[in-house]
């Protein structure tokens, strides 16, 4: 059974589930061929500047352009941190033009609805409006455009066939029916996991208590991943929390980088940006959890890195 055959069994199962005639959580059970990514040479694009609309451009571009990803008719779900009542320079959450900018490639390419959402930390509405990210979208003034709060009657339960911390939790519907998932996080300092990146950001998309996630938390964050697997992952570091993350606060905590950094591979994605940080990738525990399931290399030297 290929990966799209996996795919429409899981979307079926959600859906009856949702209708109220499954009795059972849906199963997500992904081949171990689908997982046998490790052995691959993935690209990681990484671009520098100060252009970050122009920057997110030449880095989809190289990825192979947003038709690669997006189809016409598509439902996109595009997936930033908004989850902090912080101020862009505060650097708590993905920065609005990166996200505006990925929602109108999304829409060049044929995209039917772009869908902009995050379970935050703070309160919803405070988030969503001060990092920046819901005024930047409103004002592209295009209904095909939605960034919306997270409805928390939309979660569903998932069995986890493959997880091994994790064998079940609720999962937001529209990132699990998504014909196209892209992962926007910001990298930054988190008390918990050490750093936050593209497999941390999951978290944004689970319901329940969230706070039993943090016991064992990276074999957690990496069997989350074996259902959220996005299409393609770029990570916001023009400004990085160095320590007291997630939500930071003071600006003596951030560092101006100017640096975003894309691919395919998730797994490779964190292991680099964790390069940022001074760190090694085997230093960070959900990036080695997610190695050891297949879902990436966290080897730099067996990846091919690209200046855009």
Known sequence: ?????????????????SAGTLFVPPVFDITPEVLATSALTPEILVAKG???SAMTRQLVDSAGG????????DRVVIKPNIGWDRNVDQGANTHPLIVSTLASLALEAGAAKVLVFDRTCNEERRCYQNSGIKPALDKMKDKRVQCSYVDDRKFVPVTIKQGRSLKKWPFYKDALEADCYINVPVAKHHSSSGLSMGLKNAMGVIGGWRGKIHYNLSAKIADLNLV???DLTL????????????????????KKLDTMIAGLDPIAVDAY????????????????EGFKRGLGQIDLDRCHIRMV
Do not use: C, H
């Open 273 to 288: 940006t964790t390069t940022l940080f001074g760190l090694k990738p085997e230093e960070v525990g959900s990036t080695v």
């Open 235 to 254: 990570v916001d570091a023009t400004r990085v929390i160095t320590r007291n993350g997630p939500s930071g606060g003071s600006l003596d905590d951030v």
């Open 50 to 52: 100060t252009n970050y």
């Open 1 to 17: 059974m290929d990966k799209q055959m996996d795919r429409r069994k899981f979307l079926k199962q959600v859906s009856l589930w």
């Open 228 to 230: 959220i697997r996005p």
């Open 66 to 73: 947003m038709g690669k990803f997006v189809s016409p008719g």
